[in-house]
């Protein structure tokens, strides 16, 4: 890549011919035949309410990367960054659309209508989950890289058998979208969903966020081709789109769900976007890249983008201000949360390990319940 | 979907018989129930076990899948997830390493992680075991790799019977079920009271249950799958000389119904554990350790555990070496006798 950080801000690498773009780095519209007419719906009050999202994601993230430098998370994979490639996709989905997160989805989580306190429960140590995945249509996180893509397309194969797609009633086509990396793509299961996708024309989205980095390997190390010739090796109908462009993403996302939602069958998007900061908090992005590196991806940021454009056509400062008043508030309650989450009762430990009574299980709660009972019985006796 | 022609309340079936009108049954039953695996429709698989079911059921409930295992328990999830209960198909047992992954850190469990909001009906038949003189990766016996998984449940029928009623009880279960079919027993016949089916769906009244199939007295023999039989014939051996053998199918490998179990033990004072998986680290080590710990002042000897050596599945023409047969068995007999 080259590095410029004097003149204008590079294009995002040599193979950007065709790189969907609606919004460029300064803050101006592009016209795009195609694209443009998927945001024509997003009036400046929708544009508004995207750079909302963005904002406060972001201040989420920033206080979760602060509580786990502080030893209250034992982890935290920040999205710093990603904030238009999670927050355009996830806008242009439907309430009855399904996703597969992978571990750092934020922004989707947020667009899903998850509360993002409850995100934290997972990086607290105090759940494996967090959330209900039918109250918001957003599974749990998925840790084993790639291994969602396929729980995708079977969630895909069952939204066909139940008839929800090509009925043309918008409220109830249907699709499953999930959300992966650009490492996800070397693993086989990828590959496996990518082919289960496209022989059963299933009404799912691929979306990649090639964030440049899978912890400390740069996309040259998974894959000789852009990530969306993959798609394309698969008969999957597949699309570039600049990650950092909130309307783009959100565009393509559109485009791709019409796609799924009409019996068309799969999309691959690959969203080139750039991970700010590290892989998660136990890692040290510093060994292997450079300040000049995040500093070009530091000028092509997705809300300062928006915001240029938002002041452009007409949005005041009073509407800045009283977001940022809005996202101080947000974080400030975020630390709050975080600590008064409780350590979770031993007997959590036995729970739902089956959905059946299971006497494995059983006998060994009741052992244990007997053993801690000991030690109470000795501290009354003692 | 075709209508079950009128039945007699019993037929004698061959055990791949068995569990194809299982699944015509389960799949008659709940719409939701869909077959998947590799050469599964036309073909009806290469043990012909879904025989006919594509034809009737059609191409959206009999899944003919890319050749790609890790896909077909991973989709399964999905399609479990989406309120479907699928049942997969692994053709061969050596075959079931690629959906490894997908078996024991997504399927197993997904529900603990989700504390409960998450079912994921998905069974996984596998045809296992060795003696049918196959190549590599056709013989093995992976239960213990699976069986150290929470989150799963194990099971093998041993004769026609229970593959007809185990099968659907597996189908019927909200947890996943590794279903092991002991494919060398594919073709034994025996009466199946096919009428009976309705009854028992009830996963936990008897899919965890083991069953004393022959009383005994001297010495006990645990066993399940495809080594039930082979306890069986030792047993009747035995009594020729004067040695009265209990035989426990166990059915169930994860859970293990260990009251039932120890209940033997404790008449008995002796046990043998026979499997065909390798004895070290096997279901063998865990049930010689609990009975042990539990039957220890009712036992008159340790226990003894017969099954596969240390060493890869071997060569078809080595197999009946490898394999606890009638010998080996009693040969364990006389050792836990001679105390």
């Given at each position: 890549m080259t590095t410029d950080t004097t003149g204008a801000i590079p294009p995002v690498g040599e193979t950007d011919?065709?790189?969907?773009?609606?919004?460029?780095?300064?803050?101006?519209?592009?016209?795009?035949?195609?694209?443009?007419?998927?945001?024509?719906?997003?009036?400046?009050?929708?544009?508004?309410?995207?750079?909302?999202?963005?904002?406060?994601?972001?201040?989420?993230?920033?206080e979760a990367t602060s509580l786990q430098r502080h030893g209250e998370l034992g982890l935290w994979p920040p999205s710093l960054g990603q904030e238009a490639a999670q927050v355009g996709s996830g806008r242009a989905l439907a309430p009855q659309d399904y996703v597969f997160p992978s571990y750092r989805e934020l922004g989707v989580a947020w667009t899903r209508g998850v509360d993002l306190h409850q995100v934290l429960h997972q990086f607290r140590g105090e759940d494996h989950g967090g959330w209900d995945p039918a109250a918001h249509n957003f599974h749990l996180y998925a840790l084993v890289i790639g291994s969602h893509t396929l729980h995708a397309t079977g969630y895909a194969m069952g939204i066909q058998r139940d008839g929800d797609v090509g009925t043309g009633?918008?409220?109830?086509?249907?699709?499953?979208?999930?959300?992966?990396?650009?490492?996800?793509?070397?693993?086989?299961?990828?590959?496996?969903?990518?082919?289960?996708?496209?022989?059963?024309?299933?009404?799912?989205?691929?979306y990649c966020q090639n964030n440049h980095w899978a912890i400390s390997e740069p996309t040259t190390r998974q894959s000789r081709v852009p990530l969306s010739h993959r798609g394309q090796g698969f008969g999957v109908p597949s699309v570039r789109v600049d990650g950092n462009d909130v309307l783009a993403c959100y565009a393509v996302t559109a485009e791709a769900l019409e796609r799924a939602h009409s019996g068309g069958g799969p999309t691959f998007i690959e969203a080139v976007t750039y991970r700010m900061g590290a892989h998660t908090t136990s890692d040290d992005p510093t060994r292997y890249r450079t300040r000049a590196d995040e500093e070009v991806w530091r000028r092509r940021d997705p809300i300062e983008r928006l915001a240029t454009l938002l002041r452009a056509e007409g949005s005041g400062e009073e509407f800045f201000t009283a977001l940022e008043a809005e996202a101080e508030a947000f974080g400030e309650g975020v630390r709050d949360y975080c600590r008064a989450i409780p350590v979770p009762p031993d007997s959590r430990m036995f729970e739902n390990v089956y959905a059946t009574e299971n006497a494995q299980v059983s006998a060994e709660r009741e052992w244990f319940t007997e053993y801690q009972e000991g030690f109470d019985t000795e501290e009354a006796a003692g | 979907m075709t209508a079950t022609a009128p039945a007699p309340a019993n037929q004698r079936l061959a055990m791949a018989k068995a569990i194809n009108l299982g699944l015509r049954r389960a799949m008659e039953r709940d719409a939701k129930v869909l077959l998947m695996g590799e050469d599964i429709g036309a073909l009806g698989g290469v043990f012909r076990v879904t025989d006919g079911l594509q034809k009737d059921f059609g191409g959206d409930r009999v899944v003919d899948t890319p050749l790609a295992e890790s896909g077909i328990v991973g989709t399964a999830i999905g399609l479990a997830v989406a309120g479907y209960r699928p049942v997969c198909e692994i053709q061969f047992d050596g075959f079931i390493f690629p959906a490894f992954n997908q078996i024991t850190t997504q399927l197993a469990k997904m529900h603990y992680r989700s504390r409960g909001r998450v079912q994921v009906p998905v069974v996984i038949r596998v045809p296992y075991g060795g003696g049918i003189g196959a190549v590599e990766h056709h013989s093995e016996s992976p239960e213990a790799l699976f069986a150290h998984t929470a989150g799963l449940r194990v099971v093998s029928p041993a004769n026609p019977s229970d593959a007809f009623?185990?099968?659907?009880?597996?189908?019927?279960?909200?947890?996943?079920?590794?279903?092991?079919?002991?494919?060398?027993?594919?073709?034994?016949?025996?009466?199946?009271?096919?009428?009976?089916?309705?009854?028992?769906?009830?996963?936990?009244?008897?899919?965890?249950?083991?069953?004393?199939?022959?009383?005994?007295?001297?010495?006990?023999?645990?066993?399940?799958?495809?080594?039930?039989?082979?306890?069986?014939r030792a047993a009747s051996a035995a009594e020729a000389e004067g040695h009265s053998l209990e035989v426990v199918d166990l059915r169930s490998i994860s859970p293990i119904d260990f009251d039932t179990l120890t209940e033997s033990v404790r008449r008995t004072g002796r046990l043998v554990v026979v499997h065909e998986a390798p004895v070290f680290f096997g279901a063998g080590a865990e049930i010689a350790a609990r009975v042990s710990q539990e039957c220890f002042y009712h036992l008159e000897a340790p226990v003894a555990r017969v099954g596969g050596f240390h060493a890869p599945y071997p060569v078809a023409k080595l197999e009946h070496d490898y394999l606890p047969d009638l010998d080996r068995v009693l040969h364990a007999v006389d050792g836990v006798l001679a105390h």
């Open positions: 011919d065709d790189l969907i773009q609606l919004l460029t780095p300064e803050g101006e519209r592009v016209h795009h035949e195609a694209y443009t007419p998927r945001i024509d719906d997003l009036d400046r009050a929708a544009l508004e309410g995207l750079y909302r999202d963005m904002v406060l994601v972001r201040r989420f993230d920033s009633d918008p409220d109830r086509d249907r699709a499953a979208v999930v959300y992966f990396g650009d490492g996800a793509t070397a693993q086989g299961d990828v590959n496996e969903a990518l082919t289960f996708a496209a022989v059963n024309d299933a009404p799912v989205v691929f | 009623t185990m099968i659907q009880q597996a189908i019927a279960c909200p947890d996943p079920v590794l279903f092991l079919e002991p494919k060398s027993r594919y073709w034994d016949k025996a009466d199946v009271e096919v009428s009976a089916a309705e009854q028992v769906l009830d996963a936990d009244a008897g899919l965890n249950q083991a069953r004393i199939v022959r009383p005994g007295t001297d010495v006990t023999l645990a066993a399940y799958g495809p080594s039930v039989a082979t306890a069986l």
